[in-house]
C-alpha cells in the first residue's frame, strides 16, 4: 500500500557500524522514499555494502538509529525486518545454484503469510526468460539471467523497501538495460522505496532520484538529482 510519494519508508540517523576495531560506517544519515531512486556511489571500500548490511540487520549498528515504516528497527533480527518487507540482492546474487529458478524464487515465499505465498505476475512481466527457465537449476543460467533472478526472488516478497547491490557488476550490456528498466517500473508503482548502491555512474544518474557518494564510511556528497553539480558530483568520487 503506498504511503505517499513525500513520506519516507527509511530514515537512517547518523548511524555508526564497526568490525572490530575498524569502523565501516562514520556518522550515514539518508532517507530513502516510496517512488524514488537513492543511489549510493563511491569507490570499492568505502562501506557501501556494510550500509546494504547494516538496513538488513547482518550487522549492528554501534551508534545512531534506523527508522522504517514509523518504527524503530535499530536492534531488529534481519528475518524480522524481511517480515516487515525489506529486501536485499546482494552482491554477487547469492542464487541457490542446485535450485531450480522456481524453487529460487519460492524461497522468497519465507516471510511472508501463506495467503500471500505466490510469485507476482510482475516478476515474469520484468524478467520473461526466469519463466521459460522454471525448470533449470539456477547453477545453469548465465550471470545476468541469475542476477533477473536474485531481483524476482526479492520481488517476491512485495518489499517497500528493495536494497540492490551493484546489480549491474559483470553483467551483459542488454541485460543492464532489462534491469535499468525494470527498476524504472517498480519506481512508477510509487510503493516501494529503492536504494541502489552502484559504480557505474551513468546507471545511476539516470535512475537516481537522489545522489549519494561515500568515502571512508562517510557520507561526502549528498543532493537530489535536480539539483545535481555534476563537477562536483565527480570530484566527490575521485577522492
Request: glycine residues 8%; hydrophobic residues 45%.
Amino acid at each position: 500500500m503506498a504511503t505517499g510519494e513525500n513520506t519516507a519508508v527509511l530514515e537512517v540517523d547518523a548511524i555508526d557500524l564497526k568490525y572490530g576495531a575498524a569502523q565501516a560506517l562514520r556518522g550515514i544519515s539518508l532517507r530513502a522514499e516510496p517512488g524514488k531512486v537513492t543511489c549510493v556511489l563511491g569507490r570499492n571500500g568505502v562501506g557501501k555494502t556494510s550500509l546494504l548490511r547494516a538496513l538488513v540487520g547482518q550487522h549492528p549498528v554501534s551508534a545512531g538509529s534506523i527508522t522504517f515504516d514509523g518504527a524503530d528497527i535499530t536492534t531488529l533480527p534481519t528475518a524480522e525486518r524481511a517480515r516487515r518487507r525489506i529486501a536485499y540482492v546482494p552482491q554477487g546474487r547469492e542464487i541457490f545454484p542446485l535450485l531450480t529458478v522456481e524453487e529460487n524464487l519460492e524461497t522468497g515465499f519465507a516471510p511472508l503469510p501463506r495467503d500471500q505465498r505466490s510469485v507476482p505476475d510482475d516478476v515474469f512481466t520484468l524478467f520473461p526468460v526466469l519463466r521459460d527457465m522454471l525448470r533449470r537449476r539456477g547453477g545453469d543460467l548465465s550471470g545476468g539471467q541469475q542476477q533477473q533472478l536474485a531481483i524476482g526472488r526479492a520481488l517476491v516478497m512485495r518489499p517497500r523497501l528493495l536494497l540492490l547491490d551493484e546489480p549491474t557488476e559483470g553483467i551483459q550490456p542488454s541485460i543492464i538495460k532489462d534491469i535499468g528498466r525494470a527498476i524504472s517500473f517498480l519506481r512508477s508503482l510509487k510503493d516501494m522505496a529503492i536504494i541502489l548502491v552502484e559504480q557505474y555512474l551513468d546507471f545511476a544518474q539516470e535512475l537516481g532520484d537522489h545522489l549519494v557518494v561515500m568515502d571512508r564510511g562517510a557520507i561526502v556528497y549528498a543532493c537530489d538529482k535536480a539539483d545535481l553539480d555534476e563537477a562536483a558530483l565527480k570530484r566527490a568520487l575521485a577522492i
